[in-house]
């Protein structure tokens, strides 16, 4: 069965370092999602593209984040400089987009940041 | 936003269902209601999601109100492998674009 893929699972970085977080979706799906999901809290949008376009970002640090999805496959995510308070599970997910009444969104594992 | 609320958590016996309530008052006539659940330190996983009329699956059940302002998950026979966190979550549809609006969700507990 198909499923997304990210990398690194695990990382640990000291604050005001760069860190960066890469998502491969499952084939053939346009719609591309990171969140970040605090501990004991749901996750939380922080962008969304279509192909290679970003549709939402409303939610997004951009003073410190950056996401791309260049040829509309793989995703990364960019934290520089990281804080404290961006320790989190960093989730992506992926869907074909809204259609025959669905839009299902299939979640990767995540990456688990610690910033000390 | 259809922002959803659920209880924190619940436990239930094994092998009886579960049933996991969820108020969605704000949710418009087009917003989908999505149910996902979470396993310790894993992604999300996709269980069911309705509209209007009441859905079942092999993992479970949907019952959502005729006012469409609540629903419940039922899963029918719970075991020790069903606790995990379960989400409800509204659909948010803005500009054409449609995203997931996450609760706090129930942490579910399938006692021996």
């Known amino acids: 069965e198909a499923e997304v893929a990210q990398s690194p699972r695990y990382k640990i970085t000291e604050k005001s370092q760069a860190v960066a977080f890469w998502c491969d979706p499952i084939?053939?799906?346009?719609?591309l999602y990171w969140y970040r999901q605090i501990l004991g809290q749901g996750p939380e949008l922080l962008v969304q593209?279509?192909?290679?376009?970003?549709?939402?970002d409303s939610q997004l640090p951009k003073d410190r984040f950056s996401a791309e999805r260049l040829k509309g496959v793989d995703s990364t995510l960019k934290i520089q400089p990281a804080e404290l308070g961006d320790s989190a599970m960093y989730l992506c997910?992926?869907?074909?987009?809204?259609?025959?009444?669905?839009?299902?969104?299939?979640f990767g594992p995540g990456t688990r940041l610690t910033v000390l | 936003d259809a922002k959803t609320t659920q209880p924190t958590s619940m436990d239930c016996a094994e092998g009886r269902a579960a049933n996991l309530p969820c108020n969605h008052s704000?949710?418009?006539?087009?917003?989908?209601v999505y149910w996902y659940r979470q396993i310790h330190s894993q992604g999300p996983q996709y269980i069911i999601h309705?509209?209007?009329n009441n859905e079942t699956n092999e993992m479970a059940s949907l019952i959502i109100t005729e006012d469409r302002k609540s629903s419940t998950l039922i899963l029918p026979h719970a075991t020790l492998r069903d606790t995990a966190v379960y989400y409800c979550?509204?659909?948010?549809?803005?500009?054409?674009?449609?995203?997931?609006?996450f609760g706090t969700g129930t942490r579910l507990k399938v006692l021996a």
């Open positions: 309705g509209l209007k």
């Open positions: 084939s053939g799906h346009a719609t």
């Open positions: 593209f279509q192909d290679e376009s970003v549709v939402d």
């Open positions: 704000t949710i418009s006539g087009n917003e989908y």
């Open positions: 997910a992926s869907s074909l987009g809204w259609r025959d009444g669905t839009n299902e969104q299939f």
């Open positions: 979550i509204g659909e948010s549809t803005t500009s054409g674009t449609y995203k997931y609006i």
